[in-house]
């Protein structure tokens, strides 16, 4: 069983950072990659960033690229999203998800997901 955990949303002014963890448990070494996506109230989820099973490659939605960063440190078994130069854009619940079946962007391939961190942008 796959467990995924987040933290480190909160509320915060345009221009901060906030750095996101994703604290796993389960057969996370075989994912293929470990994502975030984001929600926003009236919106659907959508994909904000990946990094594949190797550690070796990272995507990034349009949105975000540039201002955020994913990483993941296997010793404890934590993926982390930095995000800089917040918008009020980027006001959303963030999730966790783990993929075993390829192609990122694709989020009914996502098995496994936290319960969500929110993360509110205003000034």
């Known amino acids: 069983q796959v467990q995924l955990r987040e933290s480190g949303g909160g509320s915060v002014q345009p221009g901060d950072s906030l750095r996101l963890s994703c604290a796993t448990s389960?057969?996370?070494?075989?994912?293929?990659?470990m994502s975030w996506f984001r929600q926003a109230p009236t919106k659907e989820r959508e994909f904000v960033a990946a990094?594949?099973?190797?550690?070796?490659?990272?995507y990034y939605a349009n949105s975000v690229k540039g201002r955020s960063t994913i990483s993941r440190d296997t010793a404890k078994n934590t993926v982390y999203l930095q995000m800089n130069s917040l918008k009020p854009e980027d006001t959303a619940v963030y999730y966790c998800?783990?993929?075993?079946?390829?192609?990122?962007?694709?989020?009914?391939?996502?098995?496994?997901w936290g319960q969500g961190t929110q993360v509110t942008v205003s000034s």
């Open positions: 998800a783990a993929n075993y079946r390829s192609s990122y962007l694709r989020i009914q391939n996502y098995d496994y």
């Open positions: 990094i594949s099973g190797s550690g070796l490659s990272t």
């Open positions: 389960g057969r996370i070494a075989s994912a293929d990659y």
